[in-house]
């Protein structure tokens, strides 16, 4: 069963910043590919969510999206709600997610 995936406004906030930033700084091929990228690793997390691992905080889950983002979500009944896509530069452990 896959679960149906809520975007929360930081989520869509965040994925956003980062389209729009490659499109500015690289191309609009660069932000439709990792647009791409993303979207396609959030259906495969919607379809098996144990491939993440949990966080610290209660029933919140983190999910490497590619080398530089990973992903903060956490669960409603049938629902993926995404929390957040956060850039490993900045130290992760000073998430409100981790």
Known sequence: MAFKIIWSAEAEKDFKTIVLFLKENWSVQSSE?????????????????????????????????DRKNVLFFSFNGNHLILLSIYPYKKDIRKSKYY
Do not use: D, G, V
Not at 56 to 64: A, D, E, G, L, V
């Open 33 to 65: 590919k990792f647009a791409s990228i993303i979207y396609a690793k959030i259906e495969k997390l919607a379809e098996m969510p144990s491939i993440a691992r949990p966080t610290s905080q209660h029933k919140i889950f983190i999910y490497k999206l």
